[in-house]
């Protein structure tokens, strides 16, 4: 900084002060790597009093937010967010600042309909996509486990924009099927649809929010050891998974002489006599 004040004609000066700018960036952006957040407001302040038009500006804002967000302090992050959206308009920062505002208004305040707004600031495909999948109807099932004969089965609903979900549920002779297709791989594909359900009821997604996604635990009316398959359906839209009930487990190890395979009784935490097994 000397330097430059005693030798405003030198040949080098737009050089050095460019290093010296860097440099000062650079301390900053260590400090943020390492977390040390107060330390970096306070160096990327100070640099940008005396760079306001760096090109590094919008970027400066965008992690200023990040921090921010990352202390949780979400009215102040969304609104470092939209002051450098708003300063930084048109550039590849300030989208990524609306959208990351919409995060925070979608995740952390569920503030859905101020989602749509924010998205609505953006014309671009992200967004677009963003906006269409908040309004659309969804819906899937996962089975989390293999359950035992003791605990409760059921299948994990995830969901936006749908209040009620008709469930069905199929057994499955899964030696049968194994024993057809060499595979289980494909068991969630099965044609059922055609076969009467061994059950059917309705289920209701509890504090429905428009917009809103739920994740919501659906418990199994059944105790049983065996495979099944669970459908979810929404008018003209299905989701299915499999539900396998099972005290076994197994290990199996594949050599030159055959395979060698070691059960336990996960129940009775014992290991397993000699049993029948097909190997594919």
């Not at 302040?45 to 306001?52: K, V």
């Not at 919409?102 to 609505?120: C, F, T, W």
């Not at 099944?228 to 005290?247: C, F, P, Q």
């Amino acid at each position: 900084g000397t330097f430059l004040k005693n030798h405003p004609d030198n040949a080098r000066w737009a050089e050095i002060s460019q290093r010296i700018a860097d440099i000062r960036h650079l301390r900053a952006h260590r400090a943020f790597l390492r977390k040390d957040f107060a330390q970096a407001r306070k160096l990327w302040d100070e640099f940008l009093a005396t760079y306001p038009t760096d090109p590094r500006a919008a970027q400066i804002g965008l992690l200023t937010g990040d921090m921010l967000r990352e202390e949780k302090k979400w009215s102040e992050a969304i609104e470092q967010y939209r002051r450098t959206a708003q300063r930084y308009a048109g550039t590849p920062e300030a989208a990524q600042c609306i959208l990351k505002t919409g995060e925070i208004l979608e995740k952390e305040l569920s503030d859905l309909e101020g989602v749509l707004k924010e998205y609505s600031k953006l014309n671009n495909p992200e967004a677009q996509a963003r906006k269409a999948e908040l309004r659309a109807k969804s819906h899937g099932l996962s089975s989390e486990k293999v359950f035992t004969t003791v605990e409760p089965p059921s299948v994990l609903l995830t969901c936006r924009n749908v209040q009620k979900l008709q469930f069905r549920l199929w057994t499955i002779d899964l030696k049968d099927y194994f024993e057809k297709k060499m595979s289980v791989a494909r068991l969630h594909a099965t044609e059922v649809g055609v076969i009467a359900p061994d059950k059917e009821w309705d289920v209701e997604v509890k504090d429905y929010v428009k917009f809103k996604q739920f994740k919501q635990t659906v418990p199994l009316p059944l105790t049983a050891a065996g495979a099944y398959i669970v459908t979810a359906r929404e008018e003209n839209r299905e989701s299915t998974t499999v539900v396998v009930v099972s005290d076994l487990s197994f290990i199996a190890k594949a050599g030159r002489h055959g395979v060698t395979l070691m059960g336990q009784d996960n129940r009775k935490n014992q290991p397993l006599e000699t049993l029948p097994f097909h190997v594919a």
